[in-house]
């Protein structure tokens, strides 16, 4: 086996505040002064400031698993006068303090795995932001930098990160350690004017891309309905009925609970509509095993242990996104029953009335001990008559949207439950395995086109990259 050397001055490390020595920094540490820049010279790092939210009634707020892999942020939106068991953690975290408020032009930096470069420019001042994030505001363009964080100093960033025991970590310490090349920074504020005039177009065409964007929702509604011939305006008009007329009849039908309320009828009013012209309804009890709700144990946002899956890593493309920022040092004798594996078909057990029992699955291969938390309900199928990608697709369809949207229980609709008993009471469409296996290729070619939208997407952002390493080569020149 060969083994790396690496030589270093000692007399070069006399000025390095941070006091590294580990082999991984050591190897990407440069040593002259005359060719790199130190972060005073590009930002300041924003000393935490406690936020006022005694006037907040509602709010929005984003963690680290908000964010997704073009930086884009989608916050979740809080309410002090409805607080549940499920977000209490939120709220208590954000009473304590846990939380910042960045200006428009700041840039945020994931502290946990940095490699995934989930790196903000903030755009708007009305987003909350968790702790788990350094803040820093730039000395030159704000966007100019936010590039070159997501693309040229993004080596750098995993460079001095820390392995912990579950995953890569960044500390403000790690950061001050950078040195960042003198001539990629220069080009950068000598060019500031002719660069964002290039940039424009692609930033402009960038929007164009998103907004023509196709939701993962309206695909599965699109597919779902032109299969089984449902007139999906008609259902959704009934959806928005505040009044109906039921015969008495009725109530006692799939009532196994003798539910009363009109919400739960008129659920039973809409699967009648949906289902009128399908013949293979069945209750989605007959194919279920077994259900199990998972464990939550007291979790830190970047902290030591077995990591922690949260409500952030559902998805409607029924792939759980396996990007825990949460870890905890809490054990228990049967651990083992709520650690995570490929193939898992998991359901939000709370959420939104609109996200509550929502389906994903595990697709990769679990190669660490990763928990999944109590807001879970494991299902495991006869996987001889069904298909899980095709009932986590209904799942998430506006047939399992309008069906858990009316059976959930909870006092506001912000944050309402579903227990096995609603699942097993699920009446949905179960044709041969054969024509399931069909719709899910039809869904997935629909979901493909859109991945070929973000790739165009990232195209356009190497592109922006590009612009810049071009006006570098030409200074060079």
Not at 147 to 172: D, H
Not at 368 to 383: N, Q, T
Request: overall charge positive.
């Amino acid at each position: 086996m060969g083994v790396n050397v690496i030589r270093k001055r000692l007399s070069d490390f006399r000025s390095e505040e941070s006091l590294r020595y580990d082999y991984k920094y050591i190897t990407s540490f440069v040593s002259s002064n005359q060719d790199f820049y130190t972060y005073r010279n590009l930002f300041d790092f924003v000393p935490y400031e406690k936020v006022n939210i005694d006037q907040l009634d509602s709010f929005k707020y984003a963690e680290i698993g908000n964010v997704n892999k073009l930086g884009e942020v989608m916050p979740v939106q809080l309410f002090f006068e409805d607080r549940q068991e499920e977000n209490e953690s939120l709220y208590k975290k954000i009473e304590k303090g846990d939380i910042i408020k960045p200006k428009k032009g700041d840039i945020l930096i994931s502290k946990i795995r940095p490699y995934l470069n989930k790196n903000v420019l903030v755009k708007s001042e009305d987003i909350y932001f968790t702790k788990a994030f350094i803040q820093i505001r730039p000395k030159i363009n704000a966007e100019l930098l936010h590039i070159a964080i997501r693309s040229k100093f993004i080596n750098l960033l995993n460079a001095v990160s820390r392995q912990g025991k579950g995953y890569p970590t960044l500390k403000e310490d790690d950061i001050k350690a950078i040195r960042f090349p003198k001539t990629f920074v220069d080009v950068l504020i000598k060019n500031e004017t002719v660069l964002l005039k290039k940039i424009q177009p692609c930033n402009r065409e960038i929007l164009e891309l998103k907004v023509n964007r196709k939701s993962t929702l309206d695909i599965l509604n699109d597919v779902f309905s032109s299969h089984y011939k449902i007139n999906l305006a008609e259902v959704q008009k009934i959806d928005k009925t505040k009044m109906l007329s039921i015969p008495l009849s009725n109530v006692s039908n799939y009532n196994a609970g003798l539910r009363g309320s009109f919400r739960w009828n008129k659920m039973q009013y809409i699967q009648d509509i949906i289902y009128s012209k399908i013949d293979c309804i069945e209750t989605l009890g007959t194919f279920i095993q077994s259900t199990k709700n998972g464990w939550s144990p007291l979790s830190v946002e970047g902290g030591e242990g077995v990591q922690v899956l949260g409500q952030e890593h559902f998805s409607s493309n029924i792939i759980l996104k396996i990007e825990p920022s949460k870890s905890t040092e809490q054990t228990r004798n049967n651990i083992e029953d709520f650690l995570i594996k490929k193939g898992d078909f998991f359901v939000s057990r709370g959420n939104t009335v609109d996200l509550v029992a929502l389906a994903s699955i595990v697709e990769e291969e679990i190669e660490e001990d990763i928990i999944y938390p109590d807001l879970y309900i494991k299902l495991e199928f006869d996987e001889s008559k069904v298909d899980k990608k095709y009932l986590a697709f209904l799942f998430n369809s506006f047939i399992g949207r309008l069906y858990f949207k009316y059976v959930a229980k909870g006092k506001n609709q912000t944050m309402v439950k579903v227990s096995s008993a609603e699942l097993l009471n699920f009446r949905i469409p179960i044709p041969s395995k054969e024509q399931q296996v069909i719709i899910v290729e039809a869904i997935k070619t629909q979901l493909d086109s859109q991945k070929e939208i973000d790739r165009k997407i990232q195209e356009k952002q190497q592109a922006i990259n590009k612009i810049i390493e071009d006006a570098i080569k030409n200074e060079q020149i």
